[in-house]
């Protein structure tokens, strides 16, 4: 059975969880306080996984007669709830049908930051999400109820607010100070390597279906078995106040990191927005999802270390803060679709990353705030491609070595980009008198699949709901259908993870492994792409993995190859051909080419085909980041 907490506003005594088996009320909160907002726990999507406190040591299946017996099947967290939701009194529980012992706590690097420690995201600027419950991929609505609600668009931190960045850095910083003796970095800009916990802040309830007085949800993840949880501090439903929005935040991360609610009012994990003093410890306030029961004794910062470990070396908060300015763009000004951002930064204790942001601003809102770059010292500025004209808000937000953090923020102008040839475009577009236009959307058959007409990873996109998956993101190559990814989290739809963000296979670093477009084949059915090219004249010239292309469209086919007709198993039309060593340079359809003898992991390729590609490359090199040695 899947485990799931919900919680909504309450002015009044408060009513202790009630199990969906029986659905008889447990009992009632000895210290509910008239006038506090009663918290949230959140949909546990976790099974779970151990007692984080208190004598039992076994998780407990429902059952009428009483709390439950053991069952030792060990599931991890990460699974839908139900589409249904009962809502009884101030909170449900459903408690989880499983049991495990402690995970071993990862090796230092493996599964967590760059400084080696966990990362929770609070993600203040918005995000375009969907059913499911994974951070990287902004799959974060644990609802299935809302599988064919498609994408929906959450609303950033109080966004009209004139103060808001002053806002946000106080909530941020309240939330490291009651996370800073724990192995956690909270960062405000989503990381581009590692896996990360993200904190959603803002939006409504009712954006994902709930009524009442939920003002945030989250997984309960017994012993932490989840790197990659994502959860909701709805600051609309908070009226924005910093102070409740940053209690939320905190609480409903300590329950994605294996906590469950207490009846000490002063601890965090209190079940009601109320003023506290950190986590502390307590009774619990009801049976959680890690089999926890009343009568049980929650530690809360002692399971916190347990799960997470303890901070080493200074924790943020005890500096001051970075100073960054972004020297380019300035403040209202007019851009081209290459926009060249550069800062300038320092900090006491020594910048550790900057990481540059870009988001698209409709209706004087932005949202998204997608990473495009992280510059280590001494990289001061990166590119980037735009792919409409509109209004952008570009965000530097530095990062010195112990956590302390500042950001600014400016809005520019982009004009309609031009072209010569298609790749002087984002990919997916079209070079159409001399402007780079995103097509529409194919129209869906009525007799196809639904998501016929929507955009395939690595187009260009207007807005995630006309992607087939992922979101529609700004990225170093223009604002495309993507998702975001790790080592261990791979890129679908034929695109390659560069530094966090799956992009398009725009030139190959590498030779193309058998089966990949360009690699070695002999037949069509050796290639993910099911076309292997036609035996040519040369008996002894190897064939290669090709695919359909049109040659009017940006970046149809990697830099090594072109768009060109040619004869294949599937007919006549337009494929991707090799280029031999001959052949590299501008085609009359404006493919790209990069002569191998000049590529590389981390060096540039020559691109040609319009200077905007040259400036393209230079973006593309200037954003690689090297992650191997100690921050400078």
């Given at each position: 059975?899947?485990?799931?907490?919900?919680?909504?506003?309450?002015i009044g005594?408060?009513?202790?969880?009630?199990?969906?088996?029986?659905?008889?009320?447990i009992?009632?909160?000895?210290?509910?306080?008239?006038?506090?907002?009663?918290?949230?726990?959140?949909?546990?999507?976790?099974?779970?996984?151990?007692?984080?406190?208190?004598?039992?040591?076994?998780?407990r299946?429902?059952d009428?007669?009483?709390?439950?017996?053991?069952?030792d099947?060990?599931?991890?967290?990460?699974?839908?709830?139900?589409?249904?939701?009962?809502?009884?009194?101030?909170?449900?529980?459903i408690?989880?049908?499983?049991?495990?012992?402690?995970k071993?706590?990862?090796?230092?690097?493996e599964?967590?930051?760059?400084?080696?420690?966990?990362?929770?995201?609070?993600?203040?600027?918005?995000?375009?999400?969907?059913?499911?419950?994974?951070?990287?991929?902004?799959?974060?609505?644990?609802?299935?109820?809302?599988?064919n609600?498609?994408?929906?668009?959450m609303?950033?931190?109080?966004?009209?607010?004139?103060?808001?960045?002053?806002?946000?850095?106080?909530?941020h910083?309240?939330?490291?100070?009651?996370?800073?003796?724990?192995d956690?970095?909270?960062?405000?800009?989503?990381?581009?390597?590692?896996?990360?916990?993200?904190?959603?802040?803002?939006?409504?309830?009712?954006?994902?279906?709930?009524?009442?007085?939920?003002?945030g949800?989250?997984?309960g993840?017994?012993k932490?078995?989840?790197?990659?949880?994502a959860?909701?501090?709805?600051?609309?439903?908070l009226?924005?106040?910093?102070?409740?929005?940053?209690?939320?935040?905190?609480?409903e991360?300590?329950?994605?990191?294996?906590?469950?609610?207490?009846?000490?009012?002063?601890?965090?994990?209190?079940?009601?927005?109320?003023?506290?003093?950190?986590?502390?410890?307590?009774l619990?306030?009801?049976?959680?999802?890690?089999?926890?029961?009343n009568?049980?004794?929650q530690?809360?910062?002692?399971?916190?270390?347990?799960?997470?470990?303890?901070?080493?070396?200074?924790?943020p908060?005890?500096?001051?803060?970075?100073?960054?300015?972004?020297?380019?763009?300035?403040?209202?000004?007019s851009?081209?679709?290459?926009?060249?951002?550069?800062?300038?930064?320092?900090?006491?204790?020594?910048?550790?990353?900057?990481?540059?942001?870009?988001s698209?601003?409709?209706?004087?809102?932005?949202?998204?705030?997608?990473?495009?770059?992280?510059?280590?010292?001494?990289?001061?500025s990166?590119?980037?491609r735009?792919?409409?004209?509109?209004?952008?808000?570009v965000?530097?937000?530095?990062?010195?070595?112990?956590?302390?953090?500042?950001?600014?923020?400016?809005?520019?102008?982009?004009?309609?980009?031009?072209?010569?040839?298609?790749?002087?475009c984002?990919?997916?577009?079209r070079?159409?008198n001399?402007?780079?236009?995103?097509?529409?959307?194919?129209?869906?058959?009525?007799?196809?699949?639904p998501?016929?007409?929507?955009?395939?990873?690595?187009?260009?996109?207007?807005?995630?709901?006309?992607?087939?998956?992922?979101?529609?993101?700004?990225?170093?190559?223009?604002?495309?259908?993507?998702?975001?990814c790790?080592?261990?989290?791979?890129?679908?739809?034929?695109?390659?993870c560069?530094?966090?963000?799956?992009?398009?296979?725009?030139?190959?670093?590498?030779?193309?492994?058998?089966?990949?477009?360009g690699?070695?084949?002999?037949?069509n059915?050796?290639?993910?792409?099911?076309?292997?090219?036609?035996?040519?004249a040369?008996p002894?010239?190897p064939?290669?993995?090709?695919?359909?292309?049109?040659?009017?469209v940006?970046w149809a086919?990697?830099?090594?190859?072109?768009?060109?007709s040619?004869d294949?198993?599937?007919?006549?039309?337009p494929?991707?051909?090799?280029?031999?060593?001959?052949?590299?340079?501008?085609?009359?359809?404006?493919?790209?080419?990069?002569?191998?003898?000049?590529?590389?992991?981390?060096s540039?390729?020559?691109?040609?085909?319009?200077?905007a590609?040259?400036?393209?490359?230079?973006?593309?090199?200037?954003?690689?980041?090297?992650?191997?040695?100690?921050?400078l």
């Amino acid at each position: 059975m899947q485990s799931m907490y919900v919680a909504r506003m309450h002015i009044g005594r408060l009513p202790t969880a009630t199990r969906c088996g029986s659905r008889r009320e447990i009992g009632t909160l000895r210290h509910a306080k008239l006038g506090t907002l009663s918290l949230i726990l959140g949909m546990t999507a976790a099974w779970g996984c151990g007692t984080a406190t208190g004598p039992a040591e076994m998780e407990r299946s429902a059952d009428p007669s009483g709390f439950s017996q053991p069952v030792d099947v060990c599931r991890e967290s990460g699974g839908l709830s139900p589409s249904e939701i009962t809502i009884i009194g101030g909170d449900q529980v459903i408690l989880p049908g499983s049991s495990c012992q402690k995970k071993k706590k990862p090796l230092v690097g493996e599964a967590l930051g760059a400084n080696g420690r966990h990362v929770l995201f609070v993600n203040y600027e918005g995000a375009d999400i969907r059913v499911g419950d994974n951070a990287l991929e902004n799959d974060m609505i644990r609802d299935t109820g809302f599988k064919n609600q498609g994408v929906v668009e959450m609303d950033a931190y109080d966004p009209g607010n004139a103060q808001r960045s002053e806002a946000i850095l106080k909530i941020h910083r309240q939330v490291q100070k009651w996370y800073a003796d724990i192995d956690v970095d909270v960062v405000m800009s989503r990381p581009l390597s590692g896996d990360y916990q993200m904190t959603l802040v803002g939006g409504d309830k009712s954006d994902v279906g709930y009524g009442g007085g939920v003002v945030g949800i989250s997984p309960g993840d017994c012993k932490n078995n989840n790197e990659t949880n994502a959860n909701f501090a709805f600051s609309r439903s908070l009226k924005e106040n910093p102070d409740q929005v940053a209690v939320t935040i905190a609480h409903e991360a300590g329950h994605a990191y294996g906590l469950g609610h207490v009846q000490n009012p002063k601890d965090i994990m209190y079940p009601s927005v109320s003023v506290v003093d950190g986590f502390l410890g307590g009774l619990a306030a009801d049976p959680g999802p890690c089999g926890f029961k009343n009568g049980d004794y929650q530690d809360s910062k002692k399971v916190l270390i347990e799960n997470l470990g303890t901070r080493q070396g200074e924790a943020p908060g005890m500096a001051n803060p970075p100073q960054v300015k972004l020297l380019s763009p300035q403040e209202g000004e007019s851009v081209g679709k290459d926009l060249t951002i550069a800062v300038q930064s320092s900090a006491d204790r020594g910048i550790d990353h900057v990481t540059l942001s870009v988001s698209r601003v409709d209706g004087g809102k932005a949202r998204g705030n997608h990473p495009v770059a992280e510059l280590r010292p001494p990289q001061s500025s990166a590119q980037v491609r735009l792919s409409s004209a509109g209004s952008y808000q570009v965000t530097a937000t530095a990062y010195d070595r112990v956590g302390n953090v500042s950001f600014t923020s400016v809005r520019v102008v982009a004009a309609t980009p031009t072209c010569a040839v298609p790749n002087d475009c984002a990919p997916g577009q079209r070079c159409t008198n001399n402007t780079c236009v995103t097509p529409a959307p194919t129209p869906p058959s009525p007799t196809g699949m639904p998501d016929d007409g929507l955009r395939p990873y690595g187009q260009a996109c207007d807005k995630s709901s006309d992607c087939k998956g992922g979101i529609c993101a700004m990225t170093s190559v223009g604002q495309i259908c993507t998702h975001y990814c790790t080592a261990d989290r791979l890129c679908a739809g034929g695109l390659e993870c560069v530094d966090g963000t799956c992009l398009p296979q725009m030139y190959s670093r590498a030779t193309p492994k058998v089966g990949a477009l360009g690699g070695k084949c002999t037949r069509n059915q050796d290639c993910a792409t099911g076309e292997c090219s036609a035996p040519s004249a040369d008996p002894k010239a190897p064939r290669y993995c090709t695919k359909a292309c049109d040659p009017a469209v940006a970046w149809a086919c990697p830099a090594t190859m072109q768009c060109a007709s040619t004869d294949g198993a599937t007919g006549n039309k337009p494929r991707c051909v090799m280029l031999g060593a001959g052949e590299l340079g501008a085609t009359e359809s404006g493919c790209s080419v990069a002569d191998p003898s000049t590529r590389s992991e981390s060096s540039g390729v020559r691109l040609f085909g319009g200077a905007a590609a040259v400036v393209l490359l230079g973006l593309w090199a200037a954003t690689r980041r090297r992650r191997s040695g100690p921050a400078l």
